[in-house]
């Protein structure tokens, strides 16, 4: 399927979506506590004329290509409403973790993060986000999104009160290590470090690697003193933790595509004029097209880094003998949850075998 094709067909969606959105909503009069008598509100209604201030939570710096998207999101849309929306940016994990800032949307105390898999405690099908071994390119996750198990699942975030405002891809997941990691035997009770995503900790435990749940921030102390000897992320993240520092190779593993839904809490948007909303849908609908073209015109760039870094990319990587020894547990897993995810599981990849 041709990039450019998709890009339209997920922008005229996105369009749709939040339309509906504004359609089956009434904009409210209340203002929060905390807009005293500033004309301004952080986490309630927008009255005709207020000004309202979003809260942005990134885990990520300013640096970061998801950092660089909020910034150009941050300048659209307040130049575009000619001020009437305010936008604070609260980089680098400044105001909590991702789970905090998806908590603090529910409450009023912050507005808009980004989120994915990880959003599966509020809706289990966000879990096909980032589902192992069901994307073969990027173009593949954008085929998803624009399908009807896309649209279920931007459903479900809306059921749980999150408005998705629009995804940004990400680099596939890499495994790496200080020794070349070509099938499963290499990995044969090795120390591998999790983020605590159980599917994907199950499956890397099912292909023979005894897995730890470490927070990102722990793993480069962790990986220096030998706690754990491989992990598994993005080349961005590889990058940016400085995982060059402490791992010789990058294995082409390609287990998992993804992307990442940029949210905004749904009381919140329904309380929008609809001059307002109109100026939010309008800047998410233009952030969409920036960023699949950012990604597509930069996404290698962070290979290059880390080889440049030192360190080396291994392709000799049996990714078919990989996921045979975890599909049997990332099915299982999938079918215990219910939810219809195994299904769905299984239409993704039918997809994407079609998209090749």
Known sequence: MKKQKLIAMLLAAATATTLLAGCNSKPSTQTSASSGGTGTTSGGGAPAGKTVTLKYDLTVSLD???????????????????????????????????????????VGTTSMTMTGGSFNGYAPSATLLEAPWAYDSEEDVQAMIESDVGKQIIQDFEDQKFHVLWYQLRGPRELTSNVPINTPADMTGRKMRMSGNVLHTNMWNAAGAITSSIALSETFNALSQGVVEMQENPYDMIYDNSFYEVQKYVNVTNHVYSTILNVINSDLYNSLDDEMKGWLNETSKEMQQWTNDYYYA???????????????????????????????????????????????????????ASNN
């Open 64 to 106: 970061h290509p998801w950092g660089l998207a909020a910034t150009e999101f941050k300048n659209r849309l307040e130049e575009k409403s000619g001020g009437r929306f305010q936008v604070e940016i609260y980089p680098s994990s400044t105001s909590g973790s991702e789970a905090d800032s998806l908590a603090g949307m529910l």
């Open 298 to 352: 930069h996404k290698d760039e962070y290979r290059q880094k880390c080889e440049e870094a030192g360190m080396i990319i291994n392709e000799d990587v049996n990714r078919d003998a990989i996921s045979e020894a975890m599909m049997p547990t990332i099915q299982k897993f999938l079918e215990d949850q219910g939810n219809g995810l195994l299904d769905m599981y299984e239409k993704i990849r039918e997809l994407s």
